[in-house]
T-cell receptor, first 109, second 116 residues
Framework: SQQGEEDPQALSIQEGENATMNCSYK?????LQWYRQNSGRGLVHLIL?????REKHSGRLRVTLDTSKKSSSLLITASRAADTASYFC?????????FGGGTRLMVKP | DGGITQSPKYLFRKEGQNVTLSCEQNLNHDAMYWYRQDPGQGLRLIYYSQIVNDFQKGDIAEGYSVSREKKESFPLTVTSAQKNPTAFYLC???????????????FGPGTRLTVL
């Protein structure tokens, strides 16, 4: 079962623009995490936001969480070509993380 | 890739053969996980282990088996019973199961398995 659903599935922007990805989920969560995956590689943890937090920043990343709407967003500001990757949200379901289908971001130089 | 190694990077197997994927971590993590990723898709959990000599089925365990004889190692065997084994396999570890406060997972580089 897929707890998180990312939107859009694919996003193409120019370098310097901001990129926003959204994640919706179905059940109550303890926390929500965002991961990045470069093509053919493993995932890298970006940021974790707890259910009692509404916003969190890390460098050019900004994550928001709205538990009433069961949704989260990841904003990448001033994007770079090196940000090209797939981005996944993950939520706790029981004792495990459950990953969404991902947003494939392409940043054109 | 965060102290987790997977081998081999690419693996080819004939139909009907069992094959074992290696996963080793030197992060002193208690929990380890195996995921399957199909092209353009998210990750699906195959098996996870919280502690040595203990493991639990994930969402798609059929046709797979694991062992956890050492804290550092969590090998995955893809058996001939797995109907569609061609996929990208990712191993991960964390300090504790996902329910604990600090539960980000660290991933290996993955093994791409192709059945010929």
């Amino acid at each position: 079962s897929q707890q998180g659903e990312e939107d859009p599935q694919a996003l193409s922007i120019q370098e310097g623009e901001n990129a926003t990805m959204n994640c919706s989920y179905k059940t109550s969560i303890n926390n929500l995490q965002w991961y990045r995956q470069n093509s053919g590689r493993g995932l890298v943890h970006l940021i974790l936001i707890r259910s009692n937090e509404r916003e969190k920043h890390s460098g050019r990343l900004r994550v928001t969480l709205d538990t009433s709407k069961k949704s989260s967003s990841l904003l990448i500001t001033a994007s770079r070509a090196a940000d090209t990757a797939s981005y996944f949200c993950a939520t706790r379901a029981g004792n495990m993380l459950t990953f969404g289908g991902g947003t494939r971001l392409m940043v054109k130089p | 890739d965060g102290g987790i190694t997977q081998s081999p990077k690419y693996l080819f197997r004939k139909e009907g053969q069992n094959v074992t994927l290696s996963c080793e971590q030197n992060l002193n993590h208690d929990a380890m996980y195996w995921y399957r990723q199909d092209p353009g898709q998210g990750l699906r959990l195959i098996y996870y282990s919280q502690i040595v000599n203990d493991f639990q089925k994930g969402d798609i365990a059929e046709g797979y088996s694991v062992s956890r004889e050492k804290k550092e190692s969590f090998p995955l065997t893809v058996t001939s019973a797995q109907k569609n084994p061609t996929a990208f396999y990712l191993c991960a570890s964390s300090m504790a199961l996902a329910g604990a406060p600090r539960n980000e997972q660290f991933f290996g580089p993955g093994t791409r398995l192709t059945v010929l």
